[in-house]
Every structure is written in C-alpha cells, then in structure tokens.
C-alpha cells in the first residue's frame, strides 16, 4: 500500500511543524518526529507515555547522513552500513554535538539505522529533499508507535487503537513484514573490544561477525555501569494488557484443562502440531518458523489480548539460537503481562 505523493508532502510538512506522523518500516509502525526538534520529540514522549530517560532511534534516509548524528565513526559501522542497511539493524554510536540529548535520553551514545520499507524510505528521503527539519539534519526519530511497554504495532489499525487522535497522521503501508524491532548493536566500546548487541532481532550475532569478523558480546538484562539504555531493554516489555504465560508444550492441555475446571478463560497461542484444537476461550496457532511466527506475533497478542481472556497461555518455543529474538520478546511480554504501565 503505497500512499500518493500528496500524503508524503502532507507527512513532511507535519514533520517539520514540528508535529508526529506514524509511518511504517519493515520491523513495526514508527511513531515519527523531527530529531533535531526537541518540542517535537517531548510530542512522542507525552503520546507515547514514554519516560524521559529511554532513548529514541533516529532513522535516516541513507548512510551517508551518519555523520550528521555520530561522532568518532569505527570503520565497523561503515561496514555493517554497508552489509545491512536499509534494514532491521540499529547501531549505537558517540553522538555527534547537535544531537539533542531529548532523543539519547541524556546520554552521549545516538541509536541510528535506514530502514528498509519502501514507504519508511520514499517518507526519509522525501523529507531530506525538503530539508530535512531544523538544521537540515534529516533525521526521524521513530519509536514503535504504541504506549510504552505495551505489544509494538505491525498495522496502521494498530496505531490508531493505540494512539488515536494523539497522531495527526498515520501512513498505511500494510503489515511489518519482519514483525519484531530491530537487532541493537553497540560500537561505542573501543575497538580492541568486542561491540555488544543489546537487543535481540532479525540481523543476528552470527551475521555481524561475519561483517567485522568479531563475534559481538551479548548483553539483554537490563542497563547497568557503562551499557547504553536502549529500548527494549526492561526486563518487562512488549506486554499485552491481559497477563501472559509461557507453558512448556508438554504441559500445554494439564494447564488448559486446569484452567478450564476452575472457570478461568483463557487464550491459547500455539505453534505445534497438536494432536486436537486445545479448547479454550481462543485459540491462534502461528507457523513453526522463527521468521513466520515472528512476523505475525504481535498482530496474534493484540488479538487474544481483545479475546475477553483472564490470561493468555503462550507454547514456549524452541531454545534455540534461531527462535532466540523471539523468545527474548515473549519473555519481556511475560513479565509485563497485566501490568499497568509497564
């Protein structure tokens, strides 16, 4: 679903008023605002419930604007540039001096990428050829467009459930295809050490070192000491607002069956191939594929979450390095399951 020309001049124009349009990239639905405008960015904090201390992406149209917002640039960012933009891979780098500390959260580490969606792309490159917002810097700062904590959209119905009037624009490109956020690596420590991945997502450890040829250091708990905070990082995130629970597939129908007998609905979330529907309140199966079953997660949680369900019973996934993104969000999901405000 590509938007006419008009829509990208309106989405620019609100852009640089200073105002939030929602847009689409290949992972979920950004909520967008001038990065180098701080009244426009403290808009995604207020519409997002966001605390001021979680830091914001920056998407740009190209890697040729990496010096604009990063400074002391390692010839690894270059070369991951290179390998994985456009696409879902968010590198952390020294910020540069006119990146304002609202989007790093007040540290002095800038999260950037090119996204790889058409419109995400045709959106960023049509606002750099307008100027690209205050100092030309042509940035869009763009966290997932939902409430903070809460299941990331992956369809422009999505955002308006979540955010509603708080975005004056939202541009409908269809479904996320890759359907989780972006892989977050850190090459802020020096060179002779390894860079950290800090979040979990489509570009995987194995892939990065095959790039630089050092395996990155994997860091998921929670920021502490001179870790960068990124999003994603909580040890509760990606949550639906109906509590959630990770059942081992051996123990799926004890704990159905259970759960029925005292009365309780439940929403069932599956991906194996059981020997009978299991018969709860609802049922989703998804693919037995970490790519597939990844793609249509959240769109699947924000379903069983609107199914009028007391709880929703995930099948735990295989441990395995393939399933790992998704196991790191349906552990975060189940840790913040039912939590208000998360």
């Known amino acids: ?100 500390k609202v989007v790093t959260g007040g540290q ?79 090459l802020t420590p020096a060179e002779s050490l390894p860079p950290r991945l800090l979040r979990l997502g489509r570009v995987t450890p194995e892939q990065i070192a095959t790039v630089i040829g050092v395996m990155p250091q994997i860091v998921t708990r929670p920021p502490d000491g001179d870790i960068p905070r990124v999003s994603g990082s909580l040890a509760a995130h990606y949550a639906p607002t109906t509590p959630l629970r990770l059942v081992p597939p051996a123990r799926l129908f004890e704990v159905i069956d259970l759960l029925q007998s005292t009365g309780r609905r439940c929403a069932v979330l599956f991906h194996s191939r059981l020997p009978a529907t299991p018969t709860a309140h609802t049922c989703r199966r998804l693919p037995a594929n970490p790519r597939a079953y990844a793609s249509a997660l959240y769109a699947a949680l924000r379903e069983l979450d609107q199914a009028d369900a007391e709880l929703i019973i995930v099948e735990e996934i295989p441990a395995t390095p393939t399933w790992a993104a998704v196991a790191d969000r349906l552990q975060r999901a189940a840790a913040g399951g039912g939590a208000s405000g998360a």
């Open 1 to 100: 679903m590509r938007p006419e020309k008009n829509d990208l001049d309106h989405a620019v124009a609100l852009l640089q008023a200073g105002e939030l349009v929602a847009f689409p990239t290949e992972t979920v639905y950004g909520l967008g605002a001038d990065a180098a405008n701080p009244v426009a960015v403290a808009r995604i904090f207020a519409a997002k419930r966001r605390p001021a201390d979680h830091p914001l992406i920056v998407h740009l149209p190209a890697d040729g604007y990496l010096d604009r917002w990063a400074r002391d640039i390692p010839s690894a960012a270059w070369e991951l540039a290179e390998a994985f933009w456009p696409g879902p891979l968010t590198l952390i780098l020294k910020r540069a001096a006119a990146v304002p």
């Open 108 to 186: 002095d580490s800038v999260g950037l990428r090119v996204p790889a969606h058409p419109l995400a792309l045709d959106l960023l490159r049509t606002y750099a050829r307008a100027g690209g917002g205050l100092s030309g810097m042509c940035g869009i700062a763009a966290p997932s467009a939902n409430r903070f904590g809460r299941i990331s959209p992956t369809a422009a119905a999505h955002v308006r459930e979540e955010l509603g009037n708080a975005v004056p624009l939202i541009l409908d490109g269809g479904r996320c295809p890759v359907g989780i956020e972006s892989t977050i690596l850190d």
